[in-house]
Nanobody, 119 residues
Framework: QVQLVESGGGLVQAGGSLRLSCTASGRIISINDMGWYRQAPGNQRELVATITSGGSTNYADSVEGRFTISRDNAKNTVYVEMNRLEPEDTAVYYC?????????????WGQGTLVTVSS
């Protein structure tokens, strides 16, 4: 089993910053892509940013230039630094990872952490 545990969500005023963290644990041999997704009320889950094990990144247009994704492979942890937050960024943020276990590749989701941006 592989688990993802997120932290760092909360309430922040527009223009502020937050940093989310997500750590993978369990019977992991290696982790390939990691990423962040979000889901606002009434909306579908959408990509925020992803990062490969080699450090290549991909961002949604809506967060490009404001959010920065990074990872620490030694700690199996992915971060997202969110700056200049807007009320439209309010959502539950989910961590995602694709990892290799002894039984094969698995895709895992975290439980989600709520980010609320007040205007």
């Amino acid at each position: 089993q592989v688990q993802l545990v997120e932290s760092g969500g909360g309430l922040v005023q527009a223009g502020g910053s937050l940093r989310l963290s997500c750590t993978a644990s369990g019977r992991i041999i290696s982790i390939n892509d990691m990423g962040w997704y979000r889901q606002a009320p009434g909306n579908q889950r959408e990509l925020v940013a992803t990062i490969t094990s080699g450090g290549s990144t991909n961002y949604a247009d809506s967060v490009e230039g404001r959010f920065t994704i990074s990872r620490d492979n030694a700690k199996n942890t992915v971060y997202v630094e969110m700056n200049r937050l807007e009320p439209e960024d309010t959502a539950v943020y989910y961590c995602n990872a694709r990892g290799l276990t002894r039984t094969g590749w698995v895709e895992v989701w975290g439980q989600g952490t709520l980010v609320t941006v007040s205007s």
